[in-house]
C-alpha cells in the first residue's frame, strides 16, 4: 500500500484572477449539458478492496470502484473505529497530486469522526500523468471526474452508519474549483468547502498576464480547447448549488502565481483574491447561505482552509446535536469494514 504519511505543512497553492470579460459570463446551463454527469445509480459500484492499514482510532482502507465512464476509481477510504452515526466526507486534491495528497486533512476529519473518501482524478490514474493536455480528453476526464464524485457519495452511503443529513465535501485548489462544478448537480453533500478554487481550468488559462493561446499549442487547437471547456465551466454551476451551502476560502501566507504574475511571499496579492471571491460571489447567487456570506467577508482572506473545513463541518456535520433523533447506534468493525458496502452483514469480531 502507498504510503499516506504526509507532513503537515501550510498549503501553497495558485490563485488565479477571472478577466472582466470571459466566455463564461452568461450562467445559462443547456439541460443537455446538465445530463452530461448523469449516470446510471443501478449499476453496481463493484468494491474491491487492495488493502487497509490499521491506525489508533480508524482504518485507512485502500480500495477501488467502478467508474460510470469505465475503468476503476482509486480511493482511500478512512473509518472511525467507534459507534454512532458519521458524517460522511469527500476530499478532493490538486493539480498535480492524487488522493494521497489530502492524508493531513483526512486523518483531522476521521479523527472528528467522518467517514472520508479521497479520490483520484481520472488524469491522476496513469502512470505518467497529464493533468490538462489541451486536447478532448481534458473535457472528457473532467466529466469523468464528477460522475466518480456522485459514484463516491453512492459509496458512502452505502454504510449504514453514514447519516445522509450530514454530507460534506473539501476540495483544495483544483478541487476546490470542481467542487464549484459538483454543487450545482450533486445537492445530497450539504456543504461544500471550496479551498482556494478558481473559476475552472478556463479560467485558470486565461487569467490576467498568461499567454493565449499557451506555448506548443496552435490557435486551432486553443479554439477548440475552449469551445470544449466552456459548457463545462465550474464557474457556470456553482448559482445552481441551492440548497447546498459553499464556503469559498483562501489560503494564508504565500501565493504563488504562474504565467509571469509574479506572487508576493508572505502578502499574498489581496486586490485579486477579493476579485477572485467576489466573482464565486456574484455567480453564487442564492446558493450562498449565511456563513457562506461570512466566509466572504475580508476578515476572514487571511484564515487557513483547514480551520474553516473544520469550523464549517463542525457545526453542520460532526457536532453531535445533528444526529437525528431515534437514531439507531451501530459498531463499526475494525475489519472487513466494506462488507456491509457489498451488501453482507458487517463481522463483529
Known amino acids: 500500500m502507498p504510503s499516506l504519511s504526509l507532513a503537515a505543512s501550510s498549503v501553497v497553492l495558485t490563485l488565479t484572477v477571472l478577466p472582466l470579460t470571459t466566455p463564461f459570463d452568461d450562467d445559462a446551463i443547456a439541460p443537455d449539458t446538465f445530463a452530461l454527469f448523469d449516470y446510471d445509480a443501478e449499476r453496481p459500484l463493484d468494491i474491491q478492496e487492495v488493502g487497509s492499514e490499521p491506525f489508533d482510532g ?18 482511500y477510504l478512512y473509518m472511525p473505529h467507534d459507534e454512532g452515526p458519521k458524517a460522511g466526507m469527500l476530499l478532493m486534491h490538486g493539480m498535480p497530486g492524487d488522493r494521497s495528497n489530502g492524508a493531513p486533512l483526512a486523518r483531522q476529519y476521521v479523527e472528528a469522526g467522518a467517514v472520508v473518501l479521497a479520490i483520484s482524478a481520472p488524469w491522476a490514474r496513469s502512470a505518467s500523468p497529464v493533468p490538462i493536455s489541451f486536447t478532448p480528453q481534458d473535457r472528457a476526464n473532467q466529466i469523468q471526474l464528477i460522475q466518480d464524485l456522485r459514484r463516491g457519495v453512492d459509496l458512502l452511503l452505502t454504510f449504514p452508519w453514514v447519516d445522509k443529513e450530514r454530507l460534506g465535501y473539501v476540495g483544495i485548489s483544483y478541487g476546490g474549483a470542481m467542487g464549484g462544478l459538483l454543487a450545482g448537480v450533486e445537492h445530497r453533500i450539504k456543504a461544500y468547502v471550496l479551498g482556494v478554487g478558481d473559476g475552472g481550468l478556463l479560467a485558470h488559462m486565461t487569467s490576467p498576464g498568461d499567454v493565449v493561446p499557451p506555448a506548443g499549442v496552435s490557435e486551432e487547437q486553443w479554439n477548440r480547447w475552449v469551445s470544449d471547456m466552456d459548457p463545462i465551466e465550474p464557474v457556470r454551476f456553482v448559482a445552481h448549488a441551492a440548497p447546498s451551502e459553499l464556503l469559498p476560502e483562501r489560503t494564508q501566507g504565500r501565493t504563488r502565481s504562474g504565467g509571469g504574475r509574479g506572487g508576493v511571499p508572505g502578502r499574498g496579492q489581496r486586490a485579486e483574491d477579493r476579485a477572485v471571491v467576489s466573482r464565486w460571489a456574484r455567480h453564487d447567487g442564492r446558493a450562498l447561505g449565511r456563513a457562506g456570506a461570512l466566509a466572504l467577508r475580508a476578515d476572514r482572506h487571511r484564515s487557513q482552509t483547514v480551520p474553516i473545513a473544520r469550523r464549517a463541518f463542525g457545526r453542520r456535520l460532526l457536532s453531535p446535536d445533528a444526529r437525528p433523533a431515534g437514531e439507531n447506534r451501530v459498531l463499526l468493525p475494525k475489519r472487513r469494514v466494506l462488507a456491509a458496502a457489498r451488501g453482507m452483514t458487517p463481522s463483529k469480531s
Do not use: E
Not at 58 to 75: H, N
Open 58 to 75: 480508524y482504518d485507512i482502507i485502500d480500495l477501488t470502484y467502478a467508474s460510470p465512464m469505465g475503468g476503476r476509481v482509486p480511493a
